[in-house]
């Protein structure tokens, strides 16, 4: 009786299967794992693409005083980036060119080019709430840090990353906030070695350029200091601009 019932049951099982196949039933495959390195090296170069061009705008507030500067911005990739400043008149000239993981700025009135040390690196840029490692990070930020997904919803990821422990970088660790529609950064937090947050970037005023979402204002607040803030606006950005590497050289620096 019992082998009856087995077999019925076994019967009734094909029986199913062969409905649902002649049906089309297909169990959908498995979602892709997230790519995670590649998620965050597409936020990092969100503003560069093979190239780009830039006219921008930074305001920078602290304790003591306010400041604007209107930039100028030429960039190949993630290795390659040089900015002028065209406004005010008193600063016009003074630019600062990165080469791989290599800074130097140039000062007009004293007509000197400096080479920024490892040491300064993580010092003021402009004298703005960016560093200097800023402008070096993002083509090495895969070799430096180990990314996990923190968070996913329907709206956005949260990805952590740890710096490695011989990786010579300003941030122990960073946290990316990024949405999915359409795939731009919300927030970026930075932490100092010992995990303590430092200071965030918030991203807004996302647009449609030449076939990329980019957010077009970014404000960075140290959290130490939250009345201080470095508004950074582009007013124009084209991309795939016609440079090539012989461009990003110490003679570009100095024109004016």
Do not use: C
């Not at 061009?53 to 500067?69: C, G, P, V």
């Not at 906030?177 to 918030?202: A, T």
């Amino acid at each position: 009786m019992l082998w009856l019932k087995t077999k019925s049951l076994t019967l009734l099982l094909l029986l199913l299967l062969s409905s649902l196949l002649a049906f089309n039933f297909v169990i959908p495959p498995q979602a892709h794992a997230l790519d995670i390195k590649a998620l965050i090296r597409y936020v990092e170069q969100q503003y560069h693409g093979v190239s780009s061009y830039a006219l921008t705008t930074m305001q920078m507030r602290t304790a003591n005083w306010e400041r604007t500067l209107d930039m100028e911005s030429w960039a190949l990739g993630q290795d390659y980036f040089l900015v002028r400043i065209q406004n005010p008149a008193k600063e016009r000239g003074v630019a600062t060119l990165k080469r791989d993981v290599e800074v130097w700025n140039y000062l007009p009135k004293i007509d000197r080019t400096i080479k920024v040390p490892p040491s300064m690196m993580g010092g003021s840029w402009m004298g703005s709430h960016i560093t200097n490692d800023d402008l070096v990070k993002a083509n090495h930020i895969e070799e430096d840090y180990i990314f996990r997904l923190l968070e996913e919803t329907s709206e956005y990821w949260l990805v952590e990353g740890i710096a490695r422990p011989t990786a010579a970088v300003v941030w122990g660790k960073i946290v990316y906030r990024i949405r999915k529609q359409p795939k731009v950064p919300e927030q970026i937090d930075y932490y100092d070695e010992e995990q303590i947050l430092v200071r965030s970037f918030h991203f807004e005023d996302v647009r449609r350029i030449d076939g990329r979402d980019v957010p077009m204002l970014m404000t960075v607040t140290p959290l130490d200091k939250p009345e201080e803030q470095t508004i950074l606006r582009y007013n124009k950005l084209d991309f795939d601009v016609p440079i090539d590497k012989s461009f990003f050289n110490l003679r570009s620096l100095k024109q004016r």
